[in-house]
């Protein structure tokens, strides 16, 4: 049986605002974290309650950039859903 899982790009509140800065398409997100939380929730409940299974991928604002480098992607929506997406592969792996 083969097991998938969704990464969504997830924030701590205190880093909202470093990071929206951060992202090349900050302005895009929502002015403020309480709003970006009830968006993003109500993705997660609804990929859950469909069966999904969901990983919350926590972007540091120290470490974000240099992975984004690595990877060799700019700081937008499409790095952060590789990263959702790499941490959602090694959630449900165990690999490192």
């Not at 899982?5 to 205190?14: H, K, L, S």
Request: net charge negative; aromatic share 12%; glycine share 8%.
């Amino acid at each position: 049986m083969q097991v998938q899982a969704t990464g969504i790009p997830w924030y701590r509140e205190q880093d909202y605002e470093r990071l929206v800065a951060l992202f090349n398409d900050g302005s895009k997100l929502p002015a403020t974290f309480s709003q970006w939380q009830a968006k993003a929730q109500g993705l997660h409940d609804h990929l859950t309650s469909k069966g999904s299974v969901v990983v919350k991928a926590y972007i540091d604002p120290d470490t974000f950039p240099e992975w984004c480098r690595t990877h060799g992607h700019e700081m937008d929506a499409q790095a952060r859903m590789a990263f959702g997406n790499e941490c959602a592969y090694k959630a449900i792996t165990g690999k490192p």
